[in-house]
């Protein structure tokens, strides 16, 4: 089971559990100030302020300020890094794609008798490219698409 300990969701079991309230309140508030595009150490740290003089958390955020920042901090960093690698990720996806589609089209292209040069020039691609996936489709014609681009990859 997930629950949803978002400020503003789940009233009775925030209702329940002060401590959980608070810090749901304290979470809405890093995210409230992080809008106004400031630094995310700038951010945490106001939030933390805020809370100290609102009594959100006040014992434990006074108690453990730094502490609460620096783990802050590098959450922040890990979820940032993994949508940075997320997008990478996809980017990749869409090159690969691209050349597993330009491999298809360089196949159909030979199995209608285009030579590799004529491909080249139809495609505006460079002939050494075109060439390396022409000699793997015709060394290995049982290879698919996404062998042939493994091949090509491992080669570079």
Known sequence: ??????????????????????????????RELQED???????????V???????ILEDFLSSHRAEVIDMFLTEYNEAEHMMME??????EGREEGAE???IAVIRR?????????????LLDEDFQHVSRISEAVQSHPEWADGDIYESLCRDR
């Open 86 to 91: 997320r997008e990478e990720g996809r980017e």
């Open 109 to 121: 292209l030979l199995e209608k008798g285009v030579s590799a040069g004529h491909t080249a020039e």
């Open 49 to 55: 302020q805020y809370c100290i003089d609102h009594d």
């Open 100 to 102: 597993l589609k330009q």
């Open 37 to 47: 595009g400031q630094p995310m150490e700038d951010t945490v740290g106001r939030a």
């Open 1 to 30: 089971m997930v629950l949803n300990i978002n400020y503003g969701k789940n009233r009775e079991l925030m209702e329940r559990c002060r401590r959980l309230k608070e810090y749901a309140q304290f979470v809405a508030k890093v």
